[in-house]
């Protein structure tokens, strides 16, 4: 895996096209699942996208997805690398607050980051989620220390 993750990042922006087809769907292995549902290969899409940075940008709406899934704080990181961001990836991070505990701190640090703080998706979630306001605070807390 790390040699392939190496050659994608080598390329660069032509890299770009073959993520997007791990992200959609297209591409499946020799028993024709898509890479997509089959975890790694996802999840290092996500860490090469990150790596590529705004050169990735392209592929916001497929990484928005992922963070709506929840699985991977590595998506929430890929869109911090990749501003501005669209209002729905905003959104999303914005609602992945409330959600699992490993996505969750990265999206407070992407949204925090980029001045998103007070969006309203970002204002609401805090203001009607115990969960997601907790971990806000936490988050703006260690975010305050490091600067």
């Given at each position: ?27 499946k ?28 940008k ?6 928005r ?22 209002d ?9 607050l ?26 609401r ?7 997601a ?15």
């Open positions: 895996m790390m040699a392939a993750e190496q050659r994608f990042l080598s390329a660069g922006s032509d890299a770009v096209p073959v993520l997007e087809t791990i992200f959609n769907g297209e591409a292995n020799e028993h024709g699942v898509a890479y997509k549902q089959l975890g790694l290969p996802l999840r290092c899409a996500l860490e090469i996208a990150l790596r590529l940075g705004s050169l990735a392209p592929l916001e709406p497929y990484i997805e992922e963070v709506s899934r929840g699985v991977y704080w590595t998506a929430a990181a890929a869109l911090r690398e990749m501003p501005p961001l669209e729905a990836s905003v959104t999303a991070l914005a609602t992945a409330s959600g699992e505990l490993d996505p969750a701190p990265e999206a407070a640090r992407t949204l925090i980051q980029l001045g998103h703080a007070e969006h309203p998706a970002v204002q979630e805090v203001a009607t989620s115990p969960k306001e907790k971990l806000w605070l936490t988050v703006m807390g260690w975010q305050a220390r490091r600067s």
